[in-house]
Nanobody
Framework: QVQLVESGGGLVQAGGSLRLSCAAS????????MGWFRQAPGKEREFVAV????????YYTDSVKGRFTISRDNAKNTVYLQMNSLKPEDTAVYYC????????????????WGQGTQVTVSS
């Protein structure tokens, strides 16, 4: 089992920044690829970013490239999502997720999920 707890969400004006954190416990953190997803009201859960086990590979959805950065600190069992130049369309609940075997963008392939943190971007 892996327990994931997100933090760092909040209300920010368009153009602002937020840094989300996801703290993991329970199993060896470095054994998991880590992803960030988001879900806006009335919409499906959407892939945002993923980082490989050691942090050497990252992938982003096109809409956040150049604005968001995913990183991880395996010594602290934490994955981060730095979000800059935020837009109202980034408003959603953001979730982190852990997957042992695949570096994947598909939410249904992830084994463990956090409870989510709300990000609201005002115009």
């Amino acid at each position: 089992q892996v327990q994931l707890v997100e933090s760092g969400g909040g209300l920010v004006q368009a153009g602002g920044s937020l840094r989300l954190s996801c703290a993991a416990s329970g199993r060896t953190f470095s054994a998991f690829a880590m992803g960030w997803f988001r879900q806006a009201p009335g919409k499906e859960r959407e892939f945002v970013a993923v980082i490989s086990w050691g942090g050497g590979s990252t992938y982003y959805t096109d809409s956040v490239k150049g604005r968001f950065t995913i990183s991880r600190d395996n010594a602290k069992n934490t994955v981060y999502l730095q979000m800059n130049s935020l837009k109202p369309e980034d408003t959603a609940v953001y979730y982190c997720a852990a997957e042992r075997e695949r570096l994947t963008t598909r939410h249904y392939e992830y084994d463990y999920w956090g409870q989510g943190t709300q990000v609201t971007v005002s115009s």
